[in-house]
């Protein structure tokens, strides 16, 4: 069946960049997204890439897909202390619909 | 502009009750789902519904009922409860290529 993995935790330094990775293993994935989550609040869609993209920059936000590989990345530019959330990938085959989540990882931004 | 309410936000239930979590969204969304998350695990999908009167099972659906007697509204029913369906509960709904979350039901079976 189909797997989204990510590590746990990262931690960075306030006003440095912060890269989230996760792997997949169903290659007919066909949309990979990042969420966010504050804590006690629901997720947050930030940003989604279609699986015929290689990147999506979207103001501090870049999405880096390596197809080949089934790895995807998050990059946060200038990390600011109100980033700090859970962040969470997933994909899809059909846009929005069956999202397969992973486990999230802690983001921990420290001033 | 609501988007997706879910009610209740908590609820402490015992082992063998019955309980429904409400779920409605006014966009007009076809696609609506249910998700638990449990630490570490990220989110399964429990049921999803892809229009009014069709449901169908996600990863977990064991011990869960839905219905979709309308587009607005995606009960989820918890017919008999049990410590295992301790978790926080999202509904998502999904139309026009936007995904939106409730903001969850902490569900706690003692």
């Known amino acids: 069946g189909e797997d989204v993995e990510q590590s746990l935790f990262l931690s960075v330094r306030e006003g440095d960049s912060s890269v989230i990775n996760c792997t997949y293993t169903?290659?007919?994935?066909?949309?990979l997204y990042w969420y966010k989550q504050e804590p006690g609040a629901g997720l947050q869609l930030l940003t989604y890439?279609?699986?015929?993209?290689d990147m999506k920059q979207d103001q501090r936000l870049t999405v880096l897909l390596n197809k080949k590989d089934k790895h995807l990345s998050l990059r946060i530019a200038d990390t600011q202390t109100g980033d700090s959330a859970i962040y969470f990938c997933?994909?899809?085959?059909?846009?929005?619909?069956?999202?397969?989540f992973g486990g999230g990882t802690r983001l921990m931004v420290k001033p | 502009n609501a988007g997706v309410t879910q009610t209740p936000k908590f609820q402490v239930l015992k082992t063998g009750q019955s309980m429904t979590l409400q779920c409605a969204q006014d966009?007009?969304?076809?696609?609506m789902s249910w998700y638990r998350q449990d630490p570490g695990m990220g989110l399964r999908l429990i049921h999803y519904?892809?229009?009014?009167?069709?449901?169908d099972q996600g990863e977990v659906p064991n011990g869960y009922n839905v219905s979709r007697s309308t587009t607005e509204d995606f009960p989820l029913r918890l017919l008999s409860a049990a410590p295992s369906q301790t978790s926080v509960y999202f509904c998502a709904s999904n139309g026009g290529g936007s995904d939106t979350f409730g903001s969850g039901t902490r569900l706690t079976v003692v």
């Open positions: 966009m007009n969304h076809e696609y």
């Open positions: 169903d290659s007919s994935s066909t949309y």
């Open positions: 997933a994909e899809s085959m059909l846009r929005g619909n069956m999202l397969t």
């Open positions: 519904s892809v229009g009014a009167g069709i449901t």
């Open positions: 890439i279609f699986s015929n993209m």
